[in-house]
């Protein structure tokens, strides 16, 4: 499936949408959905545009979508079809109500026989004075571009830093301190986790300000896979190991995790092979 113009027009019809909701962000209604995440008209509009140009590249396409409201299973998911999109309208949307924050982007990925085959993140507002940042994966060539130019990954240079994000009422895990004491400097706080997965695929520091440094490796419990499957793509992209939580490769996504009306991942760990064994045989020490 050819993509690269499809990801043209969708950065082209995103972004003002994105940016007329930002402009008068203080005005905008929110409400909170079940889970406690934020919901805005942003949310469903972006999601009511995207969905509507994936049908019209794709008419009979499956859609697995943040905000499409499903309460039963999904049954079309069961039906095992080739091909499946994924659609996170807003991916930090606590973020993007905020005037003064940037670290929010909408994320589609398509899947082909349940494994991430290619990605897309528009970041309307991370790039260096708060310009947009259009991210796209090719899994089958290896390629992640930015803005029109390829990246390349070098995470053995990069700072010992990791996204360990959690829940606000979710208490420091155990391994968090060991990891400290490894010398790893660690990333709590939930802002966007797509993009904490984009810097764990790759350095955004050329495009954007210093204090986004790139991550070693990338941890989140009881995460949504619209939240993940991009990044995982970016992650495969470029080489990267990703398991779940018990140490089993984390693709293919199986088919009774994509088929519930909330799909989620028990455990995303992904990043350098050797994090990765780190991260787990820290976990493993802490349950025994």
Wanted: net charge negative; charged share 30%.
């Amino acid at each position: 499936m050819e993509l690269d113009r499809f990801w043209q027009e969708l950065a082209g019809r995103v972004m003002p949408l994105l940016q007329r909701y930002r402009r008068d962000v203080v005005r905008l209604e929110t409400r909170e959905k079940p889970d406690r995440t934020i919901l805005t008209d942003a949310d469903l509009a972006v999601e009511q545009l995207v969905t509507t140009m994936i049908r019209q590249l794709d008419r009979n396409a499956v859609i697995v979508a943040e905000e499409d409201r499903r309460i039963a299973i999904r049954t079309d998911v069961l039906e095992s079809p080739e091909w499946i999109w994924i659609v996170d309208p807003i991916d930090g949307t606590a973020e993007f109500i905020q005037p003064d924050r940037t670290e929010f982007c909408s994320v589609v990925c398509l899947l082909q026989h349940r494994e991430p085959v290619a990605a897309f993140v528009l970041a309307p507002e991370l790039g260096r004075g708060r310009r947009p940042l259009t991210i796209t994966a090719d899994r089958l060539s290896r390629t992640v571009i930015v803005n029109g130019s390829a990246v390349t990954a070098r995470p053995t240079e990069w700072p010992k830093k990791v996204s360990v994000t959690r829940g606000r009422d979710t208490p420091p895990r155990s391994f968090e301190l060991a990891l400290q004491e490894a010398g790893y400097s660690l990333k709590t706080r939930t802002t966007s986790q797509t993009l904490d997965m984009v810097r764990t695929a790759v350095d955004l520091r050329p495009f954007t300000d210093d204090s986004l440094a790139p991550f070693r490796l990338f941890y989140r419990a009881n995460q949504k896979v619209w939240d993940g499957l991009a990044g995982l793509c970016l992650g495969e992209s470029v080489g990267h190991r990703s398991v779940d939580g018990h140490g089993k490769a984390r693709l293919p996504v199986a088919v009774e995790i994509l088929s519930q009306s909330e799909p989620k991942f028990d455990v995303t760990v992904m990043g350098l092979a050797e994090e990765v064994e780190l991260l787990m045989s820290i976990d493993q020490q802490e349950r025994h």
